[in-house]
């Protein structure tokens, strides 16, 4: 345990966190206070936890300040804004031995309601706030920037930024400037004038940002899926993937205008279900065009039937899985990674399919991009990987970036000249040996290149057949596809420990922001630690490698059943006692600490050492 | 090997049509379906129907779901590319196909089991968007390949081969898709190939959503006395509103017509559909008659075939949408990617 030796002190080192009530107007001012520290040069990492609800419910907002640039969750909270009454004891509860509590004291609270070793900030925000407001909706809305005001002050922060970015906010409704300026003055100046020096966490100018941008995982895969050229978006709105298809059509209908018409260069539809959207982006994609949906866990279990056709048909489709907590409608609005066994394998019969897991909104971009090339040189759906945590949430991350001299990966196409040239055509010969045959899109040529999608058993030229040596050829060169992607898809990104580690970690896309931390933290404390962060399924050789090279492998994960776990034990040739499941499920995102925690327990470090580098 | 090609032999005297297409030339591979099944003389009026439009087979989409109805795309059209999609699901499918290409003739082929009951959503869905496409329902009231199940368009009171007899209510997929806002609705018997030639012809130049629900017998399992969807049974109970003949564009309109018995209907694409007035009551032009009348005969037992109804110049997906006229299939790098200078005017406004 960390001695208590008054309240906190720390530079660009801490977490805040806001409890508000869903509905109040909180988000953008959070926002507008992670944004600031953003402007003065310090990496900011926050995580917006919020209800299935659109007014009323508890909703916390948390802001990890961190010079050192970590990025993922720390664990813990220093400084609470504690604005909801619903959860004000647990929230008061959850603050860290030494903490900071700043309430609304319109209603003083008693002194001894509260916990004797935090430091408590009361500010009248109701009070200032009916002072100076008379309509009752500006009442409650400007008690959020009042509040962010009096954060300016409190934190050291500079309150020159945060007007800035006000004025930016506002730059197309000038009229609501002037009283939100005002607003943030009144916080300002009552935490400077009556909380003068109370609080020691403070953030100090720095210049850690750099180019990096601001972004939630949602929005820059749409933006991938702009610049790799998808024409057709078909979807149904559920959280928490809704956000990816409506940024596409905002994205699309900026860059993708006729010039000369005025209109659009792509179609986006919302579907009556996600059983017909899956089944617009097959259709879309047979005819040539790239298609993509976007949705979570309910709509992967509806879409799974024509999964299985456009597996077995081999027909390109891009779909975007934002994971949330299952299962059945589960937590809608919380974070996990337990969709992996249900889309590897989407779908009855013997099916496989390829996945990607993004580790940020910058991977997402780039992966989205990836995902278009993989579906149509693999001919077959490719799934990106999200969760909430990363889709809804603004990350920091590397700038977006495209090479101008990228062509995209149409796969095999035969064109009218291919087939007038004389080239035999069947749809599912394997001609080249890597198991991928042609295609031909509708309306080609008016002779030659046509054939018969199905679903149904078929030969090599797509024609039906309940032979079973046929049937099992093509399955089998299914299999011999699924091979070949394993060279296509991302590589995993490994990293090894300074000094030889007994212990290899693998892990996959939202936990790499607190295991990069945590790793660090167990390496001080005399733990090395080999990483393997995997990208896709499938596995490709290095996954096999790293394994069989360590005595024991952890395997860090958001989901209760250790999925990518038991994808690796039944697609690798491994020993299952080799691993050790890490395992968080609550649907909040995974923390360092937690991975800390379990990691130094299970790898023998001494009781008392594993909770000293868990603090 | 249960396909069977079927022998490319030209006869002398099949005469070409204006593309140099004989009707050899719009079949496909031979039918597996039973002797006799009314399918197959919906794709024999499909094959007519493509053969005297001139339409290049190529430029056609087979478009189909599951079931006995489903399996016919494969029985005609052998140019043009087939899909045969899963149970239900034909319209979407269709309808993703027919945004990433406005230029190919959606040709959706159905069955009362795929269209009636596990795709009614889907079938209302397409109908109600406008997608451009001719969706013909083969309607036989019973599931065939799984021997003879009550489909929803059975009517009560029908009874199976088996002596069952069906209560619960039929599901009319035309009263629906007036209500739905398809804009191209016709019923015929494929029985009656003279009239369903001209009203396939009609969808298939028709700009918008086209529903043509075909009565089509099942030979096998509903064809017996005590079915409503019999060929006896339909002969007897078919009242014909008007007869429909289709006069392609580019032929001249000479004044070959009694007014007052004949109305001429000018469709998107300058073709007209003349139609002879059997019922002079009967206006095709109005929704909201043309489904009050549908009822009234209905409750009389009468099947009411022909052009029911028809709004020339409605509007489709792709007006909905605002898409290019340009299909998006065709569209290349150059016009779909804004490139690396206008994805760092982006990166800036997330700073």
Not at chain 2, 88 to 107: C, F, H, K, Q
């Amino acid at each position: 345990m960390r001695a208590i030796t008054g309240p906190l002190a720390a530079t660009n080192d801490f977490v805040v966190k806001f409890a508000n009530i869903n509905g109040s107007g909180s988000a953008s001012a959070n926002e507008l206070f992670a944004r600031s520290i953003l402007r003065m040069g310090v990496p900011v990492a926050s995580r917006n936890i919020f209800p299935s609800n659109i007014q009323g419910l508890p909703t916390w907002y948390e802001v990890r300040v961190s010079g050192e640039g970590w990025l993922g969750r720390r664990g813990g909270v220093d400084f609470m804004v504690a604005l909801n009454p619903q959860t004000f004891d647990k929230d008061m509860a959850s603050i860290e031995p030494g903490g900071y509590l700043l309430y609304d004291s319109t209603k003083p609270i008693p002194p001894e309601k509260f916990r004797p070793d935090i430091t408590v900030l009361p500010i009248p925000l109701t009070e200032i706030c009916n002072k100076a407001y008379a309509d009752p909706r500006q009442r409650q809305l400007f008690k959020n920037i009042v509040y962010v005001g009096a954060m300016t002050s409190l934190l050291g922060m500079d309150l020159e930024a945060v007007k800035w970015l006000i004025a930016e906010q506002f730059e197309s409704k000038p009229k609501l400037l002037a009283p939100n300026i005002q607003a943030l003055g009144f916080g300002y100046e009552y935490a400077r004038d009556r909380l003068k020096d109370r609080c020691k966490l403070k953030v100090k100018r720095q210049d850690k940002v750099g180019e990096r941008i601001f972004i939630q995982g949602n929005n820059a895969a749409a933006l991938g899926c702009v610049w790799a050229g998808a024409t057709v978006c078909a979807w149904y709105p559920i959280t928490p993937s809704t956000s990816l298809a409506e940024n596409y059509n905002r994205h699309a209908s900026r860059f993708r205008i006729d010039p000369v018409s005025k209109k659009k260069n792509f179609a986006f539809l919302q579907a009556e279900d996600e059983i017909a959207a899956i089944g617009m982006v097959v259709g879309a994609s047979w005819n040539g065009a790239r298609a993509f949906t976007a949705t979570s866990g309910p709509g992967i279990s509806l879409m799974s039937e024509i999964f299985g056709f456009a597996y077995y048909a081999e027909v390109p489709a891009v779909v975007f899985d934002v994971q949330r907590g299952g299962p059945s409608t589960g937590m809608p609005t919380r974070t996990q990674q337990s969709d992996l066994l249900l889309a590897a394998y989407a779908s009855h019969g013997d099916t496989k399919h390829v996945l990607l897991f993004p580790e940020d909104p910058h991977e997402c971009f780039d992966f989205a991009a990836a995902a278009f090339d993989l579906a149509e040189r693999l001919q077959t759906p490719v799934f990106v990987m999200m969760d909430l945590d990363i889709g809804m949430n603004d990350w920091l991350v590397e700038p977006l970036s495209w090479d101008d001299t990228r062509r995209y990966d149409r796969g095999k196409v035969l064109s009218a000249e291919e087939l007038e040239a004389g080239k035999t055509f069947g749809r599912y010969i394997d001609v080249d040996g890597d198991a991928v045959p042609y295609r031909t899109i509708p309306g080609t040529h008016p002779s030659q290149g046509a054939y018969f999608t199905r679903g149904s058993s078929h030969d090599a030229y797509a024609r039906y057949s309940e032979e079973g040596a046929t049937y099992v050829a093509g399955m089998q060169r299914l299999l011999r596809k699924f091979e070949t992607a394993k060279s296509l898809v991302p590589k995993p990104a490994a990293r090894e420990a300074k000094e030889k580690a007994r212990f290899g970690v693998i892990y996959y896309g939202s936990t790499a922001v607190a295991m990069n931390e945590a790793v660090a933290v167990l390496e001080q404390k005399g733990l090395p630690l080999d990483l393997m962060r995997v990208r896709a399924f499938p596995f490709n050789d290095d996954v096999e490698a790293f394994i069989a090279a360590h005595e024991q492998v952890f395997v860090v994960e958001q989901n209760r059943d250790a999925q990518l776990m038991k994808l690796m034990v039944g697609e690798c040739a491994i020993d299952p006692a080799k691993f050790l499941p890490i395992l968080h499920f609550d649907g909040t995102p995974i923390t360092a600490r937690f991975i800390i925690k379990e990691i130094a327990a299970r790898a023998g470090l001494a009781e008392a050492e594993a909770q000293e580098a868990a603090q | 090997m249960t396909y069977i090609a079927k022998p490319k032999l030209h006869h002398p005297s099949l005469q070409p049509n204006a593309l140099g297409f004989t009707r050899r030339d719009y079949e496909g591979r031979i039918s597996t379906l039973c002797a006799g099944c009314g399918h197959d003389s919906i794709s024999a009026a499909i094959v007519q129907a493509c053969y005297e439009l001139s339409i290049e087979p190529h430029r056609v989409a087979k478009m189909s779901g599951i079931g006995c109805s489903s399996k016919t795309p494969d029985y005609f059209l052998g140019q043009a590319h087939g899909f045969n999609s899963v149970h239900g699901r034909m319209p979407s499918v269709l309808t993703g196909a027919a945004m990433a290409n406005r230029d190919l003739i959606y040709l959706g082929v159905s069955g009362d089991g795929d269209s009636a009951s596990i795709g009614l959503g889907q079938f209302a869905h397409a109908l109600r968007r406008g997608v451009n496409m001719v969706y013909i329902c083969e309607n036989n009231g019973v599931y065939g390949l799984t021997k003879g199940q009550f489909s929803a368009t059975a009517d009560a009171g029908a009874k199976s081969k088996s002596g069952e007899v069906h209560v619960d209510s039929a599901i009319d997929l035309i009263s629906m898709a007036l209500l739905l806002g398809a804009s191209y609705v016709a019923r015929s018997f494929s029985g009656d190939k003279k009239q369903l030639v001209p009203l396939i012809m009609g969808a298939i130049r028709h700009k918008g959503a086209a529903i043509l629900d075909v009565i089509s017998p099942c030979v096998t399992f509903n064809n017996h006395a005590g079915s409503t969807k019999s060929f006896d049974y339909v002969r007897e109970h078919d009242e014909a509103v008007n007869a429909v003949d289709f006069v392609p564009a580019r032929k001249e309109i000479t004044a070959d017509y009694e007014p007052g018995t004949t109305e001429l209907v000018r469709q998107h694409d300058g073709s007209y559909l003349k139609l002879a007035k059997l019922r002079p009551d009967y206006d095709p032009s109005n929704r909201i008659a043309a489904l009050a009348y549908l009822q009234e005969h209905q409750a009389q037992g009468e099947l009411v075939t022909g052009l029911i109804y028809v709004a020339p110049e409605a509007a489709d997906l792709h007006d909905h949408l605002g898409t290019a006229d340009t299909p998006l299939n065709t569209l290349t790098e150059k016009e779909l990617c804004p490139g690396a200078k206008a994805l760092e005017v982006v990166n800036g406004e997330y700073r």
